[in-house]
């Protein structure tokens, strides 16, 4: 691998494509912000990132506000026209495509048949190096209204070109960590698929993998509240051996229908005769 940055390294991330209104005079601005984003949740802030050659900038600076509509999939050709032209090009907003919302809580419509539009009032200005963070308090939400049992309004997602929204991922292992705490403990978390069918099915099983091969079983335990696991275990008696000699040792987790989880065991002191950081032997 090499430590060189490639050319647009930034289209390996995701967003949702964004459709950003503001006033200027009597008219409306639209333009297209393929990184808009919520950076705050209590109170919500939605952020959009321009560039410097966008004019919707300084609009938005004189304005103290703006709306932000979070494109469904199948906007991607206005937000194709939208991100492909500029004020001093063209009115956009005389598009058959563009259908404004009137809005509640500001002076700037909001373009609607997105997943969501808010209409926020200007906080923060960010300037980096050559693109500039605009994030506004989200003062008022627009949802898509759907039929009873219809399919969810689903985003417009750029990830390099335009995509429609895949399928949920389906997790089908475990992944844990483990850690011997100051007091003794050894602290195990993980997380795996949802549980299904019985409640027994959802118990976690902890076991202890030895250095020599051996396994110490260290119990069934039930899910946490949203069925993720974390607990506080005891090392068995019988196995209750200086912290340095659990070197080697290793935690496997199990749940019904889902694919094993193993993990070393951090936090432990080291073994008597490793170098230390110096080289000499601790």
Known sequence: MTPAIPD????????????VSVRHGSATNVMAAEWSYFVNKAPLYAAVVLGPR?????????????????????QAELADFAGSFSLADVDKTGSERITFGTPTATGTPWVTGGVVAVECV???????PVHTMYAGEVVAAH?????????????????GPMHALGGPVRRTAIVAAAQLLPDGLLRIAATGPAATGRAA????????????????????????????????????????????LLHGCRVLVERDGAEAGHTDITGVPAAPGTP????APV
């Open 122 to 128: 200007l906080r923060e200005t960010v300037r980096f």
């Open 201 to 244: 099915d959802a118990r976690w099983r902890v076991t202890l993998l030895t250095a020599d091969g051996g396994t110490v079983p260290l119990g069934e335990h039930p899910p946490a509240a949203y069925g993720d696991f974390l607990v506080d275990l005891p090392v068995p008696v019988s196995h209750r051996l200086p912290a340095e």
């Open 276 to 279: 230390g950081p110096l080289g």
């Open 54 to 74: 966008s004019a919707s900038g300084a609009l938005i600076a004189a304005a103290g506000e703006f709306s932000l509509t979070l494109c469904a999939e199948d």
């Open 143 to 159: 949802l898509p209204g759907h039929p009873p049992g219809g399919s969810p309004v689903r985003p417009l997602v750029k990830h």
């Open 8 to 19: 647009q390294l930034w289209k390996k991330l995701t967003s949702t494509v964004g459709l």
